[in-house]
């Protein structure tokens, strides 16, 4: 059959922002698990799922204590092959029930969380469009974002095309928010829907003061929603979370996901904690069928008491590692500051141009180049930042298990001691700066 002539024009079809995209690239473009490298670029829980597993990793199917994955009454954890031939629950009430349980607390409110304060997603990243489909109107809106902070909610913006209002973090307090010029901000500009605030803050690793968040719901005139995104809340301090706050603040959404502490990245689960009309309202636009049932069977699982337990002791092992990283990673010649905070499963630091005892300053130059060597000569991976605002020099080294901050130690100190012997030609040249982009721009 001979093809007639198409008028299709794929530049001029498309919407003209998405035709504009850059393709999105996450920690695994660059460096695969090949079953030797270290991982410690993506914040993902080196001490692995917070389940109940036995010695081949698979769900312990054994007693304990009366319970099995914390399920009562003995009851076999188990995920039911045989109903895939079903669509999955629509509205996930007893998950949502289960979540709401663990975060009412009573730290800053006694009012309760309830299943219709919740929307459950395909991870964090649902949660972000979400409410950006919900709220703000593309080619008109805008949003607020405070550098450095998660790259996914420029990448978001960007797809349903809104610009994109900066207010960058205080970078010589410790990256402390900046409440005064982002209700400035949103004073000037009626535009702005909504502002991402990011606690503990990715990659920065510090807090955002509660009072600080308080200042911005209170703007007295403007009219759109105050984002927090808790991603890393249990790796902070106990009583940080602002999820119950919602119920206080109806103009406040607190974002939260299984992928970090509870090392379940791999079912892709995240949630918004909003008053029950927000939450309608993104329950509303949602895919019907958006969780699956093995994601649902397995976030329960996890959020069930025995399972809890294995995530705090996965917490407090995380947190043993990070204070050994705090103290043994400034021994080394050549490592710098740490940058920010440490409430998180992180951290952020300096690489110096040459030792602190020859006065070596911060570098980007010298952190790409300990980052591809550690990557591609020593296996271990983590992630260049040197291209955020305030972070010049910077990698973002996630904590590993023992054995993983063993080798990390070993060979970073072992690169950065090959690197000032062997004094290498770096240049602050077109070649330099577009490697440097391309690794910062990674998104994890």
């Known amino acids: 059959m001979v093809k ?11 919407r003209a922002n998405i035709f504009a995209l850059q393709p999105y690239r996450c920690a695994r473009d660059d460096y695969k698990d090949n079953g030797t490298n270290i991982l410690l670029d993506a914040n993902e829980n080196a001490f692995g799922p917070s389940l109940i597993l036995d010695e081949t990793g698979s769900l312990a199917i054994k007693e304990l204590n009366g319970t099995t994955n914390g399920l009562p009454n003995g009851e076999r954890p188990r995920i039911d092959l045989s109903g895939l031939n079903r669509y999955p629950d629509p509205h996930q009430i007893e998950l949502k029930n289960l979540f709401c349980d663990l975060r ?71 990256f402390t928010l900046r409440p005064e010029a982002i209700n400035e901000a949103l004073s000037s500009d009626s535009s702005i ?18 009072a600080d968040v308080q200042r911005v719901l209170e703007h007295p005139t403007w009219n759109g929603v105050v984002v927090l995104d808790e991603a890393y809340i249990d790796y902070a301090p106990e009583g ?29 689960f995240g949630a918004a904690f909003a008053s029950p009309p927000v939450a309608g309202l993104l329950n509303n636009l949602k895919a019907p069928y958006n969780i699956s049932s093995s994601t649902s069977t ?63 300053k911060a570098s980007n130059e010298t952190a790409l180049a300990v980052y591809e060597r550690l990557a591609e000569t020593k296996g271990v991976v983590v992630r260049f930042r040197g291209k955020e605002h305030g972070c010049t020099g910077c990698l973002r080294i996630t904590v590993g298990t023992e054995k993983e901050v063993d080798r990390m130690l070993a060979e970073i100190g072992v690169v950065l001691k090959n690197m000032y012997q062997e004094k290498p030609d770096i240049n602050s040249n077109k070649e330099e700066e577009r490697k440097e982009m391309a690794a910062n721009d990674v998104v994890a």
């Open 240 to 268: 940080q979370s602002l999820a119950q706050w919602v119920t206080e603040w109806p103009n406040l959404i607190v974002m939260q996901t299984l992928s970090k502490a509870f090392g379940l990245a791999g079912i892709r």
């Open 298 to 360: 397995l976030a329960s699982m996890a959020l069930q008491p025995k399972s809890l337990e294995v995530m705090r002791s996965n917490r407090t092992r995380t947190i043993l590692q990070r204070e050994r990283m705090l103290q043994e990673l400034p021994r080394i010649p050549g490592i710098g500051r740490f940058v920010g905070g440490t409430a998180s499963n992180f951290l952020l630091l300096e690489i110096l141009d040459k030792p602190r005892s020859q006065d070596g």
């Open 4 to 14: 007639g002539k198409s008028g299709f024009k794929l530049e001029t079809c498309a």
């Open 104 to 174: 009412n607390t009573n730290s800053h409110t006694t009012r309760t969380l309830k299943p219709e304060n919740l929307f459950v997603g395909v991870g964090s990243d649902e949660v972000i469009d979400a409410v950006l489909r919900c709220f703000c109107v593309p080619g008109h809106d805008k949003i607020l974002t405070c550098p450095p902070t998660y790259g996914m909610y420029a990448v978001s913006a960007q797809v349903n095309d809104l610009e994109i209002v900066k207010v960058p973090l205080d970078a010589t307090n410790a």
């Open 193 to 210: 829907k909504a502002v991402y605030l990011c606690c503990p803050g990715n990659p920065t690793g510090s807090l955002v003061a509660k």
